[in-house]
């Protein structure tokens, strides 16, 4: 399951404090999340995502004290993703088409979609730890009810009775009420 964008800042301070179990934690928790941002940009070889996956862990070791506390780590570690991408390309000195470039560097939609997990963490914040895990797990992860409810060790109907109570209450924050 991926982390939340609080789980992994929590995970970064902790790394900056001095927690080596909080920062081998936030490195292992990085590496399906940067498979995917390489996956989606690259046009090379499944050998080269997993290059750029190690340098960028690479990167976050090495850097981390340049993280700023009070912003969002995934932007951050998003940002140095990026920089480790560009460098790949100036050190194998591929070329691009010229049109190509919007696709490889600045995907699409790319900042509204980490805006908008931001606030969906922000929204599933606010939400008991109960209800804020059934609906992660139902609606964002795709897993059926049977499987949330075994992961939470509690029963389907408390799984589906957690979504909808949840859902009430984000739409009810939502609106203002």
Same mark, same amino acid.
């Given at each position: 399951?991926?982390?939340?964008?609080?789980?992994?800042?929590?995970?970064?301070?902790?790394?900056?404090?001095?927690?080596?179990?909080?920062?081998?934690?936030?490195? *292992?928790?990085? %590496? =399906?999340?940067?498979?995917?941002?390489?996956?989606?940009?690259?046009? +090379?070889? @499944? /050998?080269? &995502?997993?290059?750029?996956?190690?340098?960028?862990?690479?990167?976050?070791?090495?850097?981390?004290?340049?993280?700023?506390?009070?912003?969002?780590?995934?932007?951050?570690?998003?940002?140095?993703?990026?920089?480790?991408?560009?460098?790949?390309?100036?050190?194998? *000195?591929?070329? %691009? =088409?010229?049109?190509?470039?919007?696709?490889?560097?600045?995907?699409? +939609?790319? @900042? /509204?979609? &980490?805006?908008?997990?931001?606030?969906?963490?922000?929204?599933?914040?606010?939400?008991?730890?109960?209800?804020?895990?059934?609906?992660?797990?139902?609606?964002?992860?795709?897993?059926?009810?049977?499987?949330?409810?075994?992961?939470?060790?509690?029963?389907?109907?408390?799984?589906? %009775?957690?979504?909808?109570?949840?859902?009430?209450?984000?739409?009810?924050?939502?609106?203002?009420?």
């Amino acid at each position: 399951m991926a982390e939340s964008e609080a789980q992994l800042k929590a995970r970064m301070l902790g790394s900056l404090d001095g927690d080596a179990a909080a920062h081998a934690a936030l490195l *292992r928790a990085l %590496v =399906p999340l940067l498979r995917s941002f390489y996956r989606r940009r690259l046009r +090379g070889t @499944e /050998e080269d &995502v997993q290059d750029l996956v190690q340098e960028t862990l690479i990167a976050v070791h090495t850097r981390r004290a340049s993280y700023d506390r009070k912003r969002p780590f995934t932007a951050w570690l998003y940002a140095v993703a990026r920089y480790r991408m560009i460098d790949h390309y100036r050190q194998r *000195r591929l070329s %691009v =088409p010229i049109e190509d470039v919007d696709d490889i560097f600045v995907a699409e +939609g790319f @900042e /509204e979609a &980490v805006t908008a997990r931001l606030d969906v963490d922000n929204l599933l914040n606010t939400l008991s730890p109960k209800q804020a895990r059934a609906i992660r797990e139902t609606r964002i992860d795709g897993k059926s009810v049977a499987e949330a409810a075994v992961d939470a060790g509690i029963g389907e109907s408390d799984v589906k %009775v957690s979504v909808h109570r949840g859902l009430k209450a984000i739409a009810n924050r939502i609106r203002g009420a």
